[in-house]
Structures are given as C-alpha cells and as structure tokens.
C-alpha cells in the first residue's frame, strides 16, 4: 500500500508523458479532417477516367483521354482561343465575376443590414428584391442587352444583380439573430447608434453574410458562364460555347476544369477568410 | 440616489390581453446601498432591472437617477446580464475596454484601465483570451469588469451567479463584496437564492408573483460584517442569518400559495 503511494508521484515527475490534447466532441461532422477522402475520390474519378478512355469503351468525341487534354491546355497556352490568349480568356471572365462580386457585396452588406433594421428600408426595397430574386438571371439578360448593350455593362449588370440578393438577405437574416443582449450591453456602455452599428451590428453578422457571399459567388460562376455562352467574344464560358460547336471535346474539358479551378479557389479564399474573421462561429 | 417610485409595467402580451408584470414598487437606492430583488422566478425581477437600465419603459410610475428621469440606457448604470452578453469577437482585455471605447478613451489607456480592472476580479492572465474559451465564472467577471470599467454610479445585476456552481458563487459573491466595500458603488442585484439575497444586500426586497409586487423588506447589516471582518462561514451559520431566512422562506411560500390558490 505504501508502495503504491510513493511510487505513483515519483515515476510520474521522471518520465512525464506528453499529454494527450482534446477537444470538445461535436455533433455531426465538427472538424473531422476530410481532404484525404476528398483527395482519394478525385484520384479514384481519374484513374476512373484514364481506364474507360483507354479501353475506347466510349468514343473518343465524346470523352477525350486525359494526356490529349493535357497537350491541349499546352496547345491552348500557347496559341490561345479564336484570338485571344488563354490568359486573356480567364482574365476576361475573373474580371467579370470580381467586378461584380465587389459591387454586389458592397451594395448588399450595408442595404441588407439597413433592411434587417429600418421599417422603412424594409419595405421599399423588399418589393423589388423580392421580385426579381426568384427569376433565374438567364430570364432576363436579353432584357439587359436591349437596355445596356452587348458589352461589359450588360454581363456585368446581369452577374450584380445575381449576386446581389443573397448577400443583400443573408445580411437581413444575420441582424436577425442578433441577440438583444448583446445590443443591449453596449447601449448600456454608451454606444451610439453608429457606434452599435459598426462594432456591434456589422460583427455580429458577419458569419451570416459570409455564408451568403458563398452562396452568391457560386450562383455568380453560374450566371457568368451562362451569360458568357449567349453574349460574348471573350472568357471562359465562350471559350466552351465555342469549341462545343467544332466538337473540340478537349478544348471544352480545359474551359470546365478552369472555371472548376476559379470556383474551388474562390470558396477557398472564403473559407481561409471565414477562419479568420469568425472564429467564435458556433462556439458562443 | 436612485429612487423608483410607484413603478407599474403591463405588457402586451400575443393574445392581446396585458400581462401585469410589476404592481407600483416603490424603493430607493442611497449612496453605496446594496439592494437585492429576491422571488421566485416570473415575479418581475427582470422586469424591474431592464426598466432601471432603460431597456424599457415603465406603464406607468417614474425611476429617476441622482434626480434625473431615466428614459433609456447610459453609462451611469452598468449592467451584469444573467447569460453573459460579451462580444465573442473580441478578446477579453477588449471585451472590458468596450465602454471606455465609446467613450472615446485612447486604445493604450484603455487597455491600461481594462487589464487593472481585469486584475481585480482575477483575471489578469487571461486578457488574451476570446470569451469562448472561458469557463462561465470567469467570462461572469469579465462582465463585471466591463460593467466597472465606465465607472458607472450604480451596477445594475440580473442574477449573475445563478448559473455557477456554489463553490464558484461563494467566490463570486466575496470577490463583489470587496468590489463593493472598495469602490462605494450602489449595486442593485437579482437574486432567487435566499441565501444570496441575505448575505449581500443592505437592503433586501422580497418580491411575490402576478402581479409582481414588494411584498416585505429587510435592512441587513451581514454584508458590511463580511466586509469587516471577513468571515463567511460564522455569519451563515450565524442564529440571525438562519431565522431571517426561515422567515423568508415563510414568505415566499405563502406567496406561492396564494398564487396557486388563485
Ligand atoms: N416581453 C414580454 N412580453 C410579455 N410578458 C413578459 C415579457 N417579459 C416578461 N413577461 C412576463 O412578465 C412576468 C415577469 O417576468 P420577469 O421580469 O422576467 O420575471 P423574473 O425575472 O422575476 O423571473 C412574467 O410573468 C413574464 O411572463
Ligand atoms: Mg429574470
């Protein structure tokens, strides 16, 4: 017994193991790491890929083998596409999309919040949001193109007003769920209300409107090359558009993997901006 | 002096019907009294304290401040909430330095001011920290301190420590005693512990339900011994302190009572 009692603190202070570091459980997914499944799967549709090409067991007009693709983003990086460079294609597009995306969350940030929390506000503009935001944007870009013409304005109108409504709501939705103690402690501390508004309003959106910025830059990707295939001589989704009619299969799988490329960059950046912006998210 | 006077509170509840939520209290606030709400819960406590904070307007009555009418929220009253409102963006240190951030006070002397207060209740290493990862006594004071941090004229505490285990409430209460004692504020104090009511309070009011009204007063003097002298222990196992709170217990009972026989 006595043993016991003196041996127990002594080996305990010599040979100190490294503890082991928890954290608390959550429920559903949590931060269970996923990249190596993800990697796995994208390897497996490759390998997938390569072996259905290979065999000739679908023509090859139809699925191009991946080393022919391979050549072609070659091809394509040096010679470009119905004169314009590669680059000036994707340039073409991410301005597009950035350009828009800027205007919309700027727009949408300070309106949605003034909607979440003027009567007034909320009941001009909830009319025509609430209009225009259910019709698919492809509805009316000949209406767009009659008004603004076949250039920039038009595409880049048509991608603002798409992005516009989810970043505009999801602001709406996050001065919702701003909990009246945290308004009123800072009332109580001596906020005036541009004080409220900015340090406490704004923040305590913030998770939400980031979540609806996702949401618009996806339905932004959508739009643009949607809008690219109909109106344009420029970008990605032309690109594509283009080579589909000279059944250049290849040609279309590069412009797919680009845009596949932007818009996984794209939701990275978010994610990487979310991590550093929110990090209390779902924690208080 | 804090004085509210005759203060009745009717709200509009869904079905149209008004709920009577405070009945004309009455009672005032000297300079560094500590006056407790004690009743069980639904008896318009927080009514009352929101109603003194300038969250909400009272039906009818007045509260007024150092005599002046309060007609909404100010930095003269500092308020503790129940389920702590800290900006969960911010890291404690700013968290405290809030207040004095509205005031206009420059970053490097409110940081200076904030990690003294943050120091007092205790918490000196954890400036760093953003409130998520505190455990709930600790971010409790880190509300205190932000509440403290304005040098408000009265704090106002809407049962802070209900939800802390009692070892951690027994800290808690001496730890504001001393904050109390030191600094002469005027604290007006939640409670639904009977225990918690008598051993802080100057002045403690026992509240009954629909509608909420002051049913008894109490003046005590077992805070004031506890900052003397610094022993908890004799003065809750004291005679006095048990028969006070076996009268209370009295009253409230029949409060409930009568409410169920209603
Ligand atoms: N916003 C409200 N609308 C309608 N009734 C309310 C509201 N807030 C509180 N009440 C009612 O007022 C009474 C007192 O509530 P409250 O002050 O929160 O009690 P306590 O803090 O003592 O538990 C309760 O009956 C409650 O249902
Ligand atoms: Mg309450």
Redesign the interface.
């Known amino acids: 017994m006595s043993d016991l009692v003196q041996t127990t603190p002594v080996s305990s202070a010599v040979q100190r193991p490294r503890p082991k570091l928890v954290k608390m459980v959550s429920f559903g997914l949590g931060e269970k790491p996923t990249v190596a499944i993800s990697v796995a799967t994208g390897l497996a549709v490759a390998a997938l890929w390569w072996l259905v090409a290979e065999l000739d067991l679908v023509p090859n007009l139809f699925l191009p083998r991946p080393g022919e693709v391979l050549t072609q983003v070659g091809m394509l990086y040096y010679d470009g596409y119905a004169g314009a460079s590669l680059s000036e294609h994707i340039f073409a597009s991410l301005f597009r999309i950035v350009l828009a995306a800027s205007i919309a969350i700027a727009a949408g940030i300070p309106l949605g919040l003034l909607m979440g929390l003027n009567r007034w506000a909320k009941g001009i503009l909830d009319t025509p949001i609430e209009f225009y935001w259910p019709l698919p944007p492809l509805s009316y870009l000949p209406l767009m193109i009659i008004w603004l013409g076949i250039g920039e304005t038009s595409k880049i109108t048509l991608l603002v007003l798409a992005m516009f409504a989810p970043v505009c709501l999801s602001a709406q939705a996050g001065v919702r769920s701003l ?1 009246i ?2 308004v ?9 209300p541009l ?1 409220l508004f900015i ?2 309003v704004l ?1 305590s959106a ?1 998770p939400e409107i980031l979540t609806g910025v996702r949401i618009a830059v996806g339905i932004g990707w959508g739009t643009l090359v949607a809008a690219e295939l109909i109106a344009s001589t420029r970008g990605i989704g032309f690109m594509i558009m283009s080579a589909a009619q000279f059944l250049a299969t290849d040609v279309v799988f590069v412009g797919i993997g680009i845009i596949a490329i932007c818009a996984f960059a794209f939701s990275a950046a978010i994610r990487f901006i979310e991590a550093v ?4 998210k779902g ?2 | 002096m804090l004085k509210v006077d005759h203060a009745s509170v009717f709200f509009a509840a869904r079905d149209g019907r008004p709920v009577h939520a405070l009945d004309r209290v009455s009672f005032e606030i000297p300079e560094s009294g500590f006056v407790v709400a004690l009743g069980a819960s639904g008896c318009g406590k927080s009514t009352l304290l929101n109603a003194i ?3 909400l307007p009272l039906s009818d009555g007045a509260i007024i401040l150092d005599g002046r009418p309060v007609r ?4 003269d ?3 503790v ?1 129940q ?1 702590d ?5 911010e890291t404690v240190i700013d968290n405290v330095a ?2 004095l ?3 206009g006070v420059s970053k490097s002397e409110r940081r200076a001011r904030a990690h003294e207060l943050l120091r007092l209740v205790g918490l000196g290493e954890f400036a760093k920290a ?3 990862e505190l455990s709930g006594g600790m971010r409790q004071r880190v509300g205190i301190a ?2 403290l941090a ?1 040098e408000p004229d009265i704090l106002l505490m809407d049962e802070p420590f209900g939800a802390l285990d009692s070892l951690t409430r027994e800290q808690m209460q001496e730890l504001l005693i001393s904050i109390w004692d030191r600094t002469a504020k005027r604290i007006f104090f939640i409670t639904h512990s009977i225990e918690e009511a008598l051993f802080l309070g100057t002045q403690v009011l026992v509240m009954s339900p629909r509608p909420g009204r002051v049913v008894a007063r109490f003046d005590l003097d077992f805070v004031r011994r506890f900052a003397a002298t610094g022993d908890a222990r004799s003065i809750k196992s004291s005679p006095e302190f048990a028969s006070l709170r076996e009268e209370i217990r009295a009253i409230l009972h029949s409060a409930e009572d009568l409410r169920s026989a209603a």
């Open positions: 909990p103690e945290r009123n402690a800072a009332r109580s501390l001596g906020a005036r004080e340090d406490i923040p913030l912006l929110v990090p209390w924690k208080l | 904070a300038g969250f909404g929220p100010g930095a009253r500092g308020v909430f389920k409102a800290l900006l969960p963006w809030l207040g951030k509205f005031a953003l409130p998520y932000r509440a304005t």
